[in-house]
Structure formats: C-alpha cells, structure tokens
C-alpha cells in the first residue's frame, strides 16, 4: 500500500510558482523528518531540500533563495515552495519522509515540468 501520497506537480512557465505536497496516507505515522530530490532525464537524483525534528530546514546551492521547505504537523504533511521557476527545475520531484521512530518511506514522485 502508498504510505506517502505527493501532489501538487504540474506545467508551469519560467518565473512561476507550484507548491508540491507530501502526505502521510491515511495516518500511517506522523512525519518528524523529510526531505525532497529530484531526478531529470540524464542525470542522476539530486536532493533539494530538507526539514528536521527540530524545524531545521537545509537547501540545496541551485534552489536556495527560491525554494521553501516546511511542515504541518497538524495536517501530517510536508510541503516544497518552489517560486522563481527555471526550466531546468524540470524533474520529477521525490518526497522521503520518516517518523521519530519508523523506518523512512518514499514516494512515487511528481513530475514538474517549466516551459514556454
């Protein structure tokens, strides 16, 4: 069964916004670390950003000032900013989560797509 349910992904063109989400199906644990990459065609998996227990959040050098981890604990889910969209943003983005004492899940990713 999905233990990580992502949305959010979709066509967007250069200079805009999507805000990706990853969910914790159907209350399977509650999300203490996550964590986001992304994979395009030809390269290999990157990571983007990431959120601690304790609400650190971490970035990768080509999205950092653009791009804004975050997590509602209420609502058991993880969130990706992503403004100031380039077309090499391009990639299917990955969510990876844990609780405080489970082992991390993946998601299936979510494809986002920046082009005129």
């Known amino acids: 069964q999905v233990q990580l349910v992502e949305s959010g992904g979709g066509l967007v063109q250069p200079g805009g916004s999507l805000r990706l989400s990853c969910a914790a199906s159907?209350?399977?644990?509650?999300?203490?670390?996550g964590s986001w990459y992304r994979q395009a065609p030809g390269k290999e998996r990157e990571w983007v950003a990431s959120?601690?227990?304790?609400?650190?959040?971490n970035y990768g050098d080509s999205v950092k000032g653009r791009f804004t981890i975050s997590r509602d604990t209420a609502k058991n889910t993880v969130y990706l900013q992503m403004n100031s969209l380039k077309p090499e943003d391009t990639a299917v983005y990955v969510c990876?989560?844990?609780?405080?004492?489970?082992?991390?899940?993946w998601g299936r990713g979510t494809q986002v797509t920046v082009t005129s």
């Open positions: 159907g209350s399977i644990f509650s999300i203490n670390y």
């Open positions: 990876y989560a844990k609780g405080a004492y489970v082992a991390g899940y």
């Open positions: 959120i601690t227990s304790g609400g650190s959040t």
